[in-house]
């Protein structure tokens, strides 16, 4: 077992009291054997990567924290004149390492996806996305110890049924990512005629604006990733001890989904985008459903994805808001994240989101779900 440390140390939000047991295996066949003597204890258990998704409750966790730190990216032989890259990373990799490591080979596909904090086995849970990019453009497959048998397995992506911010693995399917497998576009060939690599076509109009071009054109994947990065800074959400805004989960809720005959309920000013396939996991308007889950009706009801940011600033609450005598708030730099100003508890945090919901629903009538798993804590 390793030493017991708070939760809160671990964690980006920094809340989260200290677990009853904590193992730390550092290569995959550790991690095996590790999480299959947990399991055969049956205890609870809890996976720990980079904790930038995870808010832990204030009573620590009762059983045992697994930590996923095994690193190493290995890449596949290429044939010759190929222009597609295969990587296999290990879950332990950080994030944003890897992205780093990617951009500079000249290799292109998640290059929108920078700054984004945590590790790689979490980031098929949810499909992290970001700026016009999804894990899910990229993903080949994982490597995956099931939980309920014990045997590990390949997945291919289409067995995760990767969707909006979801999938399997967020959904119910028990276990452990070892390792994720990644197909990129292989960019050195066009960059030496071309003289940069070129990533694929600007497909956020934000990143557009921030590049000084046009939906649809393309620009080096190393100016799309200083883009990125300078714009995840701006809103606080690239890891910095020396800036507050940044002690969060990242954005705390999910954009909502909700029917287009909804939408249009709205004010018009409420940006909206229609979504071309209908997502696994969705928020929904409380006149069509009270709960979590599938939106009931007919198939073919067309759906439109909502800004949570919109909502939460125009149901009245401002960047740095905060409860009285509250250290959880708003961030100053973005209100769709939740921070610790400084010694908040995670219930602090929780009456915060708790708040914003009620806000949220009763201005618009929307469900607001949260994006960071939740532990001992609740909304």
Request: contains cysteine; charged residues 20%; glycine residues 12%.
């Amino acid at each position: 077992m390793t030493e017991l440390v708070p939760l809160s140390e671990l964690t980006t939000m920094r809340v989260g009291g200290v677990p009853a047991q904590m193992v730390r295996p550092e290569t995959d066949l550790e991690l095996v054997a590790a999480a299959r003597e947990v399991w055969a204890s049956g205890d609870e258990w809890l996976l720990l990567g980079g904790g930038s998704n995870t808010v832990a409750g204030d009573d620590g966790f009762e059983g045992t924290v697994i930590r996923i730190v095994t690193r190493g990216i290995a890449v596949a032989p290429q044939a010759p004149g190929q222009d597609r890259v295969t990587l296999r990373v290990q879950a332990g990799e950080p994030w944003d390492d890897l992205v780093e490591f990617t951009v500079r080979q000249g290799w292109s596909g998640i290059e929108a996806l920078s700054g984004i904090p945590g590790s790689c086995g979490a980031a098929p849970v949810q499909n992290i996305g970001a700026y016009g990019q999804e894990l899910s453009s990229s993903l080949v497959a994982i490597d995956f110890l099931d939980y309920e048998s014990g045997e590990l397995r390949r997945m291919e992506a289409a067995e995760l049924e990767l969707g909006y911010r979801t999938s399997v693995l967020k959904q119910g399917l028990r276990g452990i990512v070892l390792a994720i497998e990644l197909e990129l576009h292989d960019t050195t060939a066009e960059a030496s005629v071309l003289g940069s690599a070129l990533g694929r076509p600007v497909a956020y109009a934000q990143l557009a604006g921030a590049l000084g071009v046009q939906l649809g054109d393309r620009v080096s994947i190393g100016a799309v990733r200083e883009s990125v990065l300078a714009l995840r800074a701006s809103k606080g959400m690239v890891l910095n001890p020396d800036d507050p805004d940044t002690a969060s989960a990242g954005s705390f809720f999910t954009n909502p989904i909700v029917t287009e005959s909804f939408a249009r309920s709205l004010p018009e000013a409420a940006p909206r985008w229609p979504l071309e396939r209908e997502p696994a996991d969705r928020v929904i308007p409380l006149e069509h459903y009270a709960g979590v889950g599938p939106v009931p009706g007919a198939p073919g009801v067309r759906l439109v994805k909502l800004s949570a940011a919109w909502l939460i600033e125009n149901s009245g609450i401002t960047r740095g808001f905060r409860l009285p005598g509250s250290r959880a708030a708003i961030s100053t730099k973005h209100t769709l994240a939740l921070t610790n100003t400084g010694g908040a508890t995670a219930e602090e945090i929780g009456q915060l989101a708790r708040y914003v919901q009620q806000r949220v629903r009763t201005e618009f009538g929307v469900n607001l779900q949260p994006e960071p798993v939740l532990i001992g804590v609740e909304l």
